[in-house]
């Protein structure tokens, strides 16, 4: 039987039809389902950014509410001043949210993920810092030592407030702008970086010449004197 004889029979030609017709079923549901999961996908992506944003941008509002470097100086003379004097230090819990989604991390997009893994792993430093400063042995402590471990302590709050802003601007420029965003926000703040630097690099070039230069000139040895 030739093709033109087959397509001439009426059940050849339904059977076709039929076929063409389960086949593009397939097709249909497939790309409903994929469409289906890329929705449910970027829903859960809007999640866990949301919440992530939300509960570091109360973090960092409470701490800069704080006042930390005046509070840090005035609690760091209180120790100074007063032998065996060190301040209470409440337990803190910054991180309920991450805790729970942090197995759903992996939806965000590097670039967005690295930033809020530095804030969260500072938070828990903060965290072991707490716990050792709670077994500090006060009578056997000088208190020049206990001072400076407590400055420390708050310069690592301190340090949260910066990694919190960074990893709140990525987190809003996903939210907002997609991976177009993130990836201007990235290229300017490493621009940002090596200009920062290339000006320290600068400044310690002009001084170390300047230095030498003294050093060398016979005339500011003599005035030196």
């Known amino acids: 039987m030739t093709f033109a004889t087959a397509l001439s029979d009426p059940r050849v030609v339904a059977a076709m039809i039929g076929g063409a017709v389960v086949a593009g079923g397939w097709v249909v549901t497939h790309l409903l389902s994929a469409a289906r999961?890329?929705?449910?996908?970027?829903?859960?992506?809007?999640?866990?950014?949301?919440?992530l944003y939300a509960e570091i941008r109360v973090h960092v509002a409470t701490l800069k509410s704080q006042n930390l470097p005046r509070y840090g100086a005035e609690i760091e003379a209180l120790i100074l001043k007063d032998d065996g004097f060190f301040p209470v230090i409440p337990t803190e819990h910054n991180d309920r949210l991450f805790s729970a989604i942090v197995e759903d991390i992996h939806v965000l997009p590097f670039r967005v993920v690295d930033p809020v893994v530095q804030y969260y792993n500072q938070l828990l430093t903060i965290g072991a810092m707490i716990a050792d400063l709670r077994e500090l042995k006060l009578d056997r402590l000088e208190a020049t030592r206990a001072a400076r471990m407590y400055r420390h302590?708050?310069?690592?709050k301190i340090e949260?407030?910066?990694?919190?802003?960074?990893?709140m601007a990525f987190l809003l420029a996903h939210l907002t702008g997609g991976r177009e965003a993130v990836a201007r926000l990235s290229d300017?703040?490493?621009?940002?970086?090596l200009a920062e630097t290339k000006a320290g690099v600068t400044s310690w070039i002009a001084a170390e010449k300047a230095r030498f230069s003294a050093g060398n000139n016979p005339a500011s040895d003599r005035f030196g004197r």
């Open 37 to 51: 999961d890329r929705a449910a996908r970027a829903e859960r992506v809007r999640d866990v950014q949301g919440a």
């Open 153 to 156: 302590y708050i310069e690592m």
């Open 188 to 193: 300017s703040q490493q621009k940002a970086r």
């Open 160 to 167: 949260a407030i910066a990694l919190g802003e960074e990893a």
